[in-house]
């Protein structure tokens, strides 16, 4: 004869929920609070999508910080992913319009941060890999240059990057940096002075 186990029926409580949301609990939202990217996005054609983009970035605040980032080795593709990625969480673009906008993105991140003088961007995560020894080092950068001119720059040519935001960028002027040791402007309120 078999015998059944028996078990304890809080213990399986806890184990089907131990804090878990039950599969299928987000489809349960309520319909009159969607989230941002469930709602109809802000753009949906590239061009308007890569001036805002732009707007941005050229702000003072954003300018500093992702030439900071640059500079500092980050990779031009993980600040376009960041970028890509917020702006589809607050319902700017949906995924389809986030994959075309990476290439504008990436190549307008390249200019800004050349024309903070900023010449030898890493534009992907691996690309700083240890080369063992001169040849493939040699090879390796002989198939970058041949890349480079196959690809990239007929795509700048051919308008990859909309020829508004082109001319912008050339027009660009980056702000200045303040400086930690200038002197802050003081407030005198004379008025507020009495002589006693």
Known sequence: MIQEKQYDPKGLEFLSTNGRP?????LTNSPD??????????????????????????EPEAYHSVI????????????AQIILTDGFQKGMWNPDLLLLLVEPVMYMLMALGEKAGIMDAVIYSDEQEDYDDDDKQLNSIEKAIDIAQDKVVPKLKSGVIPQNIQEKIKEFTPPELPSLLAQQPQENNLSDNKEI
Not at 22 to 26: D, K, L, R
């Open 68 to 79: 900071n980032l640059i500079d500092n080795n980050v990779p031009i593709g993980d600040i």
């Open 22 to 26: 039950i599969p299928g609990e987000s």
């Open 33 to 58: 609070t969607p989230y941002p990217w469930e709602q109809a996005t802000s753009f949906t054609e590239i061009d308007p999508a890569v001036d805002s983009i732009f707007i941005e970035l050229t």
